[in-house]
């Protein structure tokens, strides 16, 4: 009798590094999703995230922003209208001291406080509907790397923000990502709010998440499901977030 083939048992996929997660969800993101998904990190995308969203404040800052920032902002405030010429200049000065303050803040915590809130959302749709089955901190991983895309608008937005006229920078859309970026300063309001949600960068966001929850089961959830899935999710918001504006302008 011939002896039993023994039949190797496969290798299994090599881990990706943090490091590695960050370029490999930009440049190849399906392995490397499916390496996140088999051992979730989220920690280091975050920081990132923080470190940009504190770059854009501090380069703002430093090149003197914040004065023809506000004094638009100003300009569509009623209130602030309504007042005495000294009052409207102590306004301003106040905006400008504590702005910079603010914004410092903001940015160690909106990242984290976002992709907490994001992966709350997705794991529920996802679960409460059957497609697949997954922690919290499988859906933090997968949110947390599939925002990178912002940091690299972010990066773009400090570039941006060097290069030009600090009074024509305008903070809310420093790139030109999207149709709102190309409206008048006197457009709807709702309007503005609506196309600017439209960008580059948030679908491609939202085709970094449906890879990340497609990669914990293939098999039951394909990409093209994710991705509508996370799409009406997305659809809904900026219904949301249009419908406030309207209503508050």
């Known amino acids: 009798m011939s002896a039993p083939v023994s039949i190797p048992a496969p290798e299994a996929p090599a881990e990706i590094g943090s490091i ?29 995230g923080c470190l940009i969203f504190i770059g854009v404040v501090a380069a703002f800052t430093y090149r003197g922003g914040w004065p023809s920032f506000f004094e638009k902002q100003d300009a569509d405030n009623s209130r602030v209208q309504e007042m005495s010429p000294a009052d409207r200049e102590m306004t301003l000065e106040r905006q400008e001291k504590i702005a910079p303050t603010f914004g410092y803040v903001e940015g160690a915590i909106v990242p984290f406080l ?14 409460l509907t059957g497609s697949v089955k997954a922690d919290f901190k499988t859906s933090l991983a997968i949110a947390a790397y599939a925002g990178l895309p912002w940091v690299i608008q972010g990066l ?55 890879v990340g929850f497609s990669a914990i089961n293939p098999k039951k959830l394909s990409f093209g499901k994710a991705f509508v899935t996370v799409l ?18």
């Open 156 to 210: 773009l937005g400090v570039i941006v923000i060097l290069l030009k006229d600090p009074a024509t920078v305008d903070l809310q859309n420093l790139v030109a990502s999207n149709p709102g970026a190309f409206l008048s300063s006197d457009a709807p309001k709702w309007l503005a709010a609506l196309l600017a949600s439209i960008d580059i960068f948030a679908i491609w966001n939202i085709a970094l998440i449906a």
């Open 114 to 127: 976002s992709a907490l809130g994001v992966a709350g959302v997705l794991l529920g749709a996802f679960v």
């Open 232 to 249: 009406v999710l997305w659809i809904f918001y900026v219904a949301v977030k249009v419908g406030v504006v309207a209503l508050l302008s």
């Open 20 to 48: 590695g997660r960050v370029f490999g969800a930009i440049f190849n993101p399906k392995p490397t999703f499916e390496s996140i998904v088999r051992r979730p990190s989220w920690l280091l995308p975050i920081i990132l």
